[in-house]
């Protein structure tokens, strides 16, 4: 049985133009099961068949063994052994399957070099909350930026509720006039409810996120906890965000009868935004705004059936169906990689 992630995944690559071999191969997913799953509009629960195992009777005392050793392992010839003085008739390879297993779940992976690497238009967004004022009037700011041309859509709100959230991706796509084929996020709780829920690096996602996703079309990525490298571009936008616009816009208004609210800020980022898309980046070293000229292009286009949202836009995207099969393979991602994979596929849809 699939998990309804990747229910929405078998969806989202299909809608994004992937046929069910290519599926089959990006997902490691049977192609008579996608086949089946794609006539679903929801997922429809299958009986799961329980199988009994000769280890059965010992695997609390595996778990409680493994558990007191952690962060340490225990050799699975150990673990056999005392077993087998405990009645076990099987053999070892079905112990060390299991203990496999477990230790992928409790013990973390081995960390990489974090390399910067670029990627292609279209391909990648990165997502962020940031805290811009707290007390009894808050203020908070939801900030989306293009990995390709680091062009940037920001908005101001007075909470980070779960509505607000889709709302403020929705302004984003209209911003854009487009949507990214896969967007990275933090530990989010409008994302993701809980990591690791089926295994090591397959995590349980938000399942109204998941559907507001799959109608999109693009693909929610996480990184890795307290890992913030991997979204570097968005964190280290919100920096320049506050140093660059909140502060010097407070200290401005400090002695003015104005109140610095979210209608306020909202009513000032846009000219903000226009005058930093148009300054040098100092890593591209060329203007976000001529490279989402680029960027634009690949974006996937934006369902025609779904409302606009009162928010500011740019011209409506006039692309065709044939945009969202115009990539080819290796500039997506596996959904449930481990984010280390995830780097990897990336930079082979790098450039220099």
Known sequence: MITYEEFVMIHTLHKQGYSIRAIARMTGLDRRTISKRLKEKELMPRKRVEYKSKLDPFKEY???RIADALPHGIPSTVIYREILNKGYKGKIRILQSFMSAIYKEFLPLKEEKVIRFETMPGVQAQVDWTVIK?????????????????????????N????TFEECHKKAFEFFGGVPKSILYDNLKSVVIQRNAYGATKHKFNKEFLDFSKT?????????????????????????LKRNFYIPLRSKLKNSPLKIDCQLLNSQIFSWLEIINDRVHGTLKQKPKDLFEIEKKALLPL???????????????????????????????IYQSSLIEYEKLLKEASYV
């Open 216 to 240: 999109y079309g693009f693909t929610p990525m996480l990184c890795k906890p307290y890992r913030a490298q991997t979204k570097g571009k968005v964190e280290r936008f919100i920096g320049y």
């Open 134 to 158: 707290t007390g009894k009037s808050p203020i908070y700011a939801f900030v989306m930026i293009l990995g390709y041309s680091r062009y940037a859509y920001v908005h101001f709100t007075d």
């Open 62 to 64: 595996i778990k409680e």
């Open 303 to 333: 369902i025609l059936a779904v409302e606009p949202t009162n928010s500011l836009t740019t011209s409506k995207s006039n692309y065709t169906s044939k945009h969202r099969i115009e990539s080819i393979d290796k500039e997506f991602i």
């Open 160 to 163: 980070m509720r779960y509505e």
